[in-house]
């Protein structure tokens, strides 16, 4: 069965870009002398996803990490293909309770420690109920107002 097509996701990124790629509209057969400079667009999937069907976003909604420069509102990437080492901030369920804390572990113990003095580490013990989500790879922060009014859920 060498023959077997495999499906694929629709999606096959921009890097097999090439310059003959790009379509110009200039009626008179000349093209434009910006156009021998011309580059292709930024791919955020591709710059900042490294693994796709393992790649989730994750929108931050509180303040433990605002010393990591993670603020509520955030957009969160998250990987669940990386495996949660010591410090890596991570996506965990703790006792039910969904988390994004800095990954600690020595030894003989395991924490999640917050980037917020107001808040407390959290030990992994024998008895919690603990699961990792995923390791966040990546923070996006909305400071235009505009846009932060087109994210924001209508009520």
Known sequence: MSSEILSRSAYNGSKNFSQNDIQTA??????????????????????????????????????????AGIYP?????????????????????VNGELLVRLYKQSFDSRWLQPANKRFDNIMIEKHTSFNSWGVVTCVIQLIDPELIAFNTPKK
Do not use: H
Not at 34 to 61: V, W
């Open 26 to 67: 200039n009626a008179t057969g000349f093209g434009a002398a910006a156009d021998d400079y011309a580059e292709r667009g930024i791919d955020l999937n591709e710059q900042l996803i490294m693994n796709k069907p393992a790649t989730y976003f994750f929108r931050m909604n509180g303040e433990a990490m605002l010393e």
């Open 73 to 93: 509102g955030d957009i969160l990437i998250v990987d669940r293909s990386l495996k949660a080492l010591s410090d890596k901030i991570i996506v965990a369920v």
